[in-house]
């Protein structure tokens, strides 16, 4: 691996493991302040907001300044983002503001490791990299399960009461916020030791109109291709669906479990858990051609999930949603493989992924939109995710009943180097 590799994967570790003990701390701070329990999906919806508004722009900002720069400027802006919370800013506005530095900072990474590992090495390097998210997506929940139990937040109130200026964020969660900042403010330094290449071109703001009306033109092509927009439109919507997911089982585990919030974020990482579980086991199993065969998984998944939101026990609780997330993993990975396949061949890698991150995260927006529009609202819990697993399986069952009429129903473009009539467009 390249001199500055292991830096790379560490610090984005550390960032990430930040972002997601972050999105609970901020989850109990709401709580502590009084909002109403609809504006927690908000939180996440304010930190995506930037995904989606400077989509079409991240990648060619990337590829025009040194990365390794890029990453540690972002991290700094998500450490003052976490600071202003600290000393009492707005919640909303500080997540929308670290959400920012998350934009920016996701092409980066990627990029940098494209430009600076060999070819032969890149799927290595791609796995130390989604293994390192994964296992940041895992400690992090857990962490800040952990730093908003009741045993931590009595220890910090004791200890920061007699310094701790009076503002918005009482002394009880202040340690956690703090912590947060430091590591955030590790990531900032250990992205000093990866070295920089070359930036790829400059990027004028007289090309930023061009730049978004070619992001549409490449959006539209992808969504028409029957195989891109069919695998397109299932990623996003499990983008979406997993966004609500994180935010409706906290409410559900203090519905149903009587769980405090601390022990509910566990089982944020109980579902994480079953995506990597489902992931490696489809990729064992299932290759490219026959991706179309996982589309039943997702009707499973509606069902599993109309059912399970009923159970009261924790042991079948935490056993249901490590199904779902494996389920879930079954689902997406083959897909996501599908479109990735297809925005290839029909654009680019990074045009592609551009466009796949765009309209995921629109979907996170949406979902999370009409997500705190129905807690607002008082609508309860279990009928609401009963009827979107009944409609989620209802709606899968019938796109694998009409991808069965398809010519090209049992195998996908992989299988084909040329078009003939009646198959898949091929680029």
Do not use: C
């Not at 701790?164 to 009482?170: D, I, K, L, N, S």
């Not at 983008?239 to 994180?246: L, N």
């Not at 949603?321 to 599908?338: D, R, Y």
Request: net charge positive.
């Amino acid at each position: 691996m390249p001199t500055g590799f292991l830096w790379l994967i560490a610090a984005q570790f550390v960032s990430g493991l930040a972002d997601h003990a972050l999105l609970i701390v901020a989850v109990a701070l709401l709580h502590e302040q009084g909002h109403p329990a609809w504006w927690a999906p908000l939180l996440k919806f304010s930190f995506t907001t930037a995904y989606v508004v400077l989509g079409p722009m991240v990648g060619a900002w990337s590829d025009a300044v040194p990365k390794p720069a890029l990453m540690t400027a972002m991290n700094a802006v998500k450490a003052l983002g976490a600071l202003a919370l600290t000393l009492g800013g707005h919640p909303l506005l500080a997540l929308a503001w670290m959400g920012i530095g998350a934009a920016l900072y996701a092409p980066a990474k990627y990029g940098w490791i494209t430009e600076s590992v060999a070819g032969q090495r890149l799927v290595a390097a791609n796995g130390w990299l989604e293994g390192s998210v994964v296992l940041a997506v895992l400690l992090g929940t857990a962490l800040g399960g952990w730093l908003v139990s009741e045993p931590m937040r009595q220890l910090s109130h004791i200890a920061l009461t007699p310094v701790w200026p009076a503002t918005a964020v009482p002394p009880s969660l202040a340690a956690a916020l703090l912590l947060i900042l430091g590591l955030y403010s590790a990531a900032a330094i250990g992205h000093l030791h990866v070295p920089p290449r070359p930036p790829r071109h400059r990027l004028p703001w007289s090309q930023a109109l061009r730049v978004w009306q070619s992001f549409g033109a490449d959006n539209a092509r992808l969504w028409r291709d029957p195989y891109g927009g069919l695998s397109l439109g299932v990623t996003t919507f499990f983008w979406g669906f997993g966004a609500v997911m994180q935010f409706a089982v906290l409410r559900w585990a203090e519905e149903r479990l009587h769980w405090p919030l601390s022990q509910a974020a566990y089982l944020q990482a109980a579902v994480a858990l079953g995506v990597v579980v489902g992931a490696v086991l489809v990729a064992r199993h299932i290759t490219l051609r026959h991706a179309l065969r996982v589309l039943p998984v997702g009707a499973v998944l509606g069902l599993t999930l109309a059912a399970g939101v009923h159970i009261t026990q924790p042991v079948w609780a935490v056993a249901v949603l490590v199904l779902i997330g494996a389920l879930g993993g079954v689902l997406v990975v083959p897909m996501n493989a599908l479109l990735q396949y297809r925005g290839h061949r029909l654009l680019s890698p990074g045009r592609s992924i551009a466009i796949q991150g765009f309209n995921e995260n629109a979907s996170v927006l949406l979902a999370l939109a009409l997500y705190s529009a129905t807690q607002q609202a008082g609508l309860p819990l279990l009928p609401l995710m009963s009827g979107l697993g009944l409609t989620m399986g209802l709606g899968f069952g019938l796109l694998w009943a009409i991808t069965r009429h398809w010519r090209g129903d049992r195998a996908t473009p992989a299988q084909r180097t040329s078009p003939r009539p009646g198959g898949p467009p091929v680029a």
